[in-house]
């Protein structure tokens, strides 16, 4: 769980995401929990604040397998990447700063 030292409350960039190397086919940080406002952002735009989680999973897998029994030099290759992150457990100001009593 991501905790702040000595009770300080860690900014929502210290938070866990996933992406990049830790799961392929997203750029890295795109797979985290955000909230979505209408009408919130400057000019009554629309805004999307990056919450970040407090934990997260991610497995992958990768096979090499040749493509025909005679000639081993040509091989297929499949990989699977499965992930999450999950847990928001304090809510966060506009300063991306995690308070645990708004």
């Given at each position: 769980?991501?905790a702040?030292?000595?009770?300080?409350?860690?900014?929502?960039?210290?938070?866990?995401?996933?992406?990049?190397?830790?799961?392929?086919?997203?750029?890295?940080?795109?797979?985290?929990?955000?909230?979505?406002?209408?009408?919130?952002?400057?000019?009554?735009?629309?805004?999307?604040?990056?919450?970040?989680?407090?934990?997260?999973?991610?497995?992958?897998?990768?096979?090499?397998?040749?493509?025909?029994?005679n000639?081993?030099?040509?091989?297929?290759?499949l990989l699977?990447?499965?992930?999450?992150?999950?847990?928001?457990?304090?809510?966060?100001?506009?300063?991306?700063?995690?308070?645990?009593?708004?």
């Amino acid at each position: 769980m991501t905790a702040g030292f000595g009770g300080d409350n860690p900014r929502a960039s210290k938070r866990f995401s996933l992406g990049g190397s830790r799961l392929r086919g997203f750029e890295r940080g795109s797979v985290v929990p955000t909230d979505f406002c209408a009408g919130c952002g400057s000019s009554g735009g629309d805004q999307t604040t990056v919450l970040g989680g407090d934990y997260f999973c991610a497995a992958r897998t990768e096979v090499l397998l040749p493509v025909f029994q005679n000639q081993p030099t040509i091989e297929t290759f499949l990989l699977y990447d499965v992930g999450t992150v999950w847990g928001i457990g304090a809510n966060i100001a506009a300063a991306g700063i995690l308070n645990s009593g708004m």
